[in-house]
């Protein structure tokens, strides 16, 4: 089974900090994807991967930056966390293109004081 | 780009069907999916159909499409508390995409 694997589930961390994010898939999958998830907006796209050391901007980029250096890895940096990046963020990974079957992992949830 | 479009919330008693409807706009979309979210967890594939179907049965799921009206549905038979959730559509469009669009979700709440 595909497994998708977040480092964190839960961090608190206080505005200005720098955040990492990390995300682990055992599949081989070409295709990673970072999302956040907010009651009543769903999910939104934060970035995407579709190789190593390619990153592809979402629909909310701004304030996110990602780094794949490995195939398996994905991570997702908040350079200086503030209070409206509190949320779930959700990491994901799928296998070639035309697909939306996508690998969820567990989610880590961010809250910034 | 797609857009996909879910009422937010619907509850229903245990031992009904529940159906969930969901309805898209880009014709072309090749795959439509349904997601299920338990509490506390990532999103897990529940089903999907292929555009040239029109109906696909897995146990107590069934999805409809109608394409002409650009409307997916996702039928639960005989609804238990364990499938109090959130219910994910989303499409992608042919011709080479990576990324899926996702609906915003329906809270499922099955009450005894």
């Known amino acids: 089974d595909v497994k998708v694997t977040q480092s964190s589930r839960y961090l608190v961390k206080r505005t200005g900090e720098k955040v990492f994010l990390e995300c682990v898939q055992d599949?081989?999958?070409?295709?990673m994807f970072w999302y956040r998830q907010d009651p009543g907006l769903g999910l939104r796209l934060i970035y995407f991967s579709y190789d190593v050391k390619m990153k592809e901007k979402g629909d909310i980029p701004e304030g996110y930056s990602v780094s794949r250096e490995k195939k398996e890895r994905f991570s997702l940096i908040l350079e200086s966390a503030s209070t409206n990046q509190t949320s779930m963020y959700l990491c994901?990974?799928?296998?070639?293109?035309?697909?939306?079957?996508?690998?969820f992992g567990e989610g880590s949830r961010l809250t910034v004081l | 780009g797609e857009d996909v479009e879910q009422s937010l919330f619907l509850s229903v008693r245990e031992g009904d069907s529940s159906v969930i409807n969901c309805t898209y706009t880009d014709s072309s979309s090749t795959y439509l999916y349904w997601y299920k979210q338990e509490p506390g967890a990532g999103l897990q594939l529940l089903t999907y159909?292929?555009?040239?179907?029109d109906m696909k049965q897995d146990q107590r799921l069934t999805v409809l499409l109608n394409k002409k009206d650009k409307h997916l549905s996702l039928r639960i038979a005989d609804t238990q508390t364990g499938d109090s959730a959130i219910y994910f559509c989303a499409g992608i469009q042919g011709g080479g995409s990576y990324i899926p669009t996702f609906g915003r979700g329906t809270s499922l709440i099955v009450h005894p």
């Open positions: 994901a990974s799928s296998v070639g293109q035309n697909t939306g079957e996508l690998f």
């Open positions: 599949m081989d999958h070409e295709n």
């Open positions: 159909i292929f555009s040239n179907m």
